[in-house]
């Protein structure tokens, strides 16, 4: 009998961690090119939260680490000119940022790109652009 209920209380926590692990998803952000790519999660932040903006976090990967080029994230958040966060060749690199608009609130739009800059002769390989609102 003790086996038992020791079993119905283990069975009980491991399908509660899994709702609590199901409401606290949060939407995959995968971008693809060739030789770069980033592997993450997004997050809108609460308004009461300051900054409250787009909460992203993730592995800025360089796929091609032989081929001498770096990768990078760039960031455009409404109203102000494209950011660019720098990977490193041949490595991974740890992304947790929040990009937000500091003039508001409430930041509405973020638009994200990885790309392999393949340097000044040659244009940059982008992933196709990625536009998150906010609803």
């Known amino acids: 009998m003790r086996k038992f209920a020791t079993a119905v209380v283990a069975a009980g926590l491991f399908f509660g961690g899994m709702g609590v692990a199901a409401a606290d ?9 060739p030789g770069a790519k980033f592997d993450g999660s997004y997050q809108w932040q609460p308004e009461s939260k300051i900054p409250s903006g787009l909460h992203v976090e993730g592995d800025l990967i360089d796929k091609a680490g032989d081929d001498g080029h770096n990768v990078y994230l760039r960031v455009k958040v409404e109203g102000y000119a494209w950011g660019r966060m720098n990977g490193v060749q041949k490595k991974t690199v740890k992304v947790n940022e929040v990009f937000s608009d500091g003039a508001v609130l409430k930041t509405k739009n973020v ?15 982008c992933a196709r652009e990625r536009h998150i609102k906010r609803r």
């Open 25 to 33: 998803s949060k939407p995959q952000l995968v971008m693809k090119t």
């Open 111 to 125: 638009r994200l790109q990885v790309c392999r800059d393949r340097g000044s002769l040659r244009p940059d390989n």
